[in-house]
């Protein structure tokens, strides 16, 4: 029997997706003074190691939590290995377990995945009380304290803000990061954390594309500085800045 795989997402498709669960992430964030030290100390179960899973836990590595997931397709494991996703890839729960305790005890990042098939990894953290603070939509809770992700749109006066480069990327992306910062820096710690984080964790699909969440005047602003930019020719390619619904 044939097997259909599931398309491989666009790039740009890849950030939105980590944008949109960073920010249901941080909204468990108890205070804007408490946005740079992230979500340490806190335990997400991303499930399946598919597309939205592997969004999923850049977006937890963003936000700076412990994140176990669970495939059994080896082809999904070396991927994110190789992207950077995750940090231990394992054979047992006990072995993720393991590095997990430890891990959430320091409030250090870190990613784990368990080369199985995420029901038989879910039975067995119910048998053995593992029990995450956060768990992807989707995934039953069992255990009470558990809380699922609910992502949502901006709130009001919010917009998500993309820009892209179409040409070398390496050279101009840190250049607009810098504009974009300057913009932010006095307004949103969270959105400061993302946009100095997931290039590192979205790996390939973030080399030319950002996406950040914030008040729509800093969208406007932002974009003022780099057409200027673009036109003084510190900036030497063109720029597409707009913001992007829901």
Same mark, same amino acid.
């Given at each position: 029997?044939?097997?259909q795989?599931?398309?491989?997402?666009?790039?740009?498709?890849?950030?939105?997706?980590?944008?949109?669960?960073?920010a249901?992430l !941080?909204?468990?964030?108890?205070?804007?003074? #408490?946005?740079?030290?992230?979500?340490?100390?806190?335990?997400?179960?991303?499930?399946?190691?598919?597309?939205?899973?592997?969004a999923?836990?850049?977006?937890?590595?963003?936000?700076?939590?412990a994140?176990?997931?669970?495939?059994?397709d080896?082809?999904? #494991?070396k #991927?994110?290995?190789?992207?950077g996703?995750? &940090?231990?890839?394992?054979t047992?729960?006990?072995?993720a377990v393991r590095?997990?305790?430890?891990?959430?005890?320091?409030?250090?990042?870190?990613?784990v995945?368990?080369?199985a098939?995420?029901?038989?990894?879910? #039975?067995? !953290?119910?048998?053995?009380?593992?029990q995450p &603070?956060l768990?992807?939509a989707?995934?039953?809770p069992?255990?009470?304290?558990?809380q699922?992700?609910?992502v949502?749109p901006?709130?009001s006066?919010?917009v998500r803000?993309e820009?892209?480069?179409?040409?070398?990327?390496?050279?101009? !992306?840190?250049?607009?990061?810098?504009?974009?910062?300057?913009?932010?820096l006095?307004?949103d710690g969270?959105?400061?954390r993302?946009?100095?984080?997931?290039?590192?964790?979205?790996?390939r699909?973030? !080399?030319g594309?950002?996406?950040?969440?914030?008040?729509?005047?800093?969208?406007?602003?932002?974009a003022a500085?780099?057409a200027?930019?673009?036109?003084?020719?510190?900036?030497?390619?063109?720029?597409?800045v707009?913001?992007?619904?829901?």
């Amino acid at each position: 029997m044939l097997v259909q795989k599931e398309n491989p997402a666009a790039p740009i498709e890849i950030v939105r997706r980590a944008e949109r669960f960073y920010a249901a992430l !941080m909204a468990h964030v108890s205070d804007a003074a #408490q946005a740079e030290l992230g979500l340490g100390g806190t335990l997400v179960y991303a499930g399946e190691l598919d597309e939205d899973g592997r969004a999923l836990m850049a977006a937890s590595n963003s936000a700076g939590a412990a994140t176990l997931a669970a495939t059994a397709d080896p082809a999904a #494991q070396k #991927q994110a290995v190789r992207e950077g996703i995750v &940090d231990f890839l394992v054979t047992s729960l006990d072995e993720a377990v393991r590095i997990l305790k430890n891990e959430v005890r320091k409030h250090a990042t870190v990613a784990v995945c368990v080369g199985a098939a995420p029901d038989a990894v879910e #039975q067995e !953290m119910r048998e053995r009380g593992v029990q995450p &603070d956060l768990l992807r939509a989707g995934v039953h809770p069992w255990a009470q304290g558990s809380q699922q992700l609910e992502v949502a749109p901006p709130s009001s006066g919010v917009v998500r803000l993309e820009w892209r480069v179409s040409a070398a990327p390496a050279l101009w !992306m840190p250049k607009l990061d810098l504009l974009a910062r300057a913009c932010l820096l006095p307004v949103d710690g969270v959105a400061l954390r993302w946009l100095r984080l997931s290039p590192r964790y979205c790996g390939r699909a973030a !080399m030319g594309v950002r996406v950040v969440r914030c008040p729509a005047h800093v969208a406007v602003e932002f974009a003022a500085r780099v057409a200027e930019a673009v036109k003084d020719g510190e900036v030497g390619v063109p720029v597409d800045v707009h913001t992007v619904a829901d």
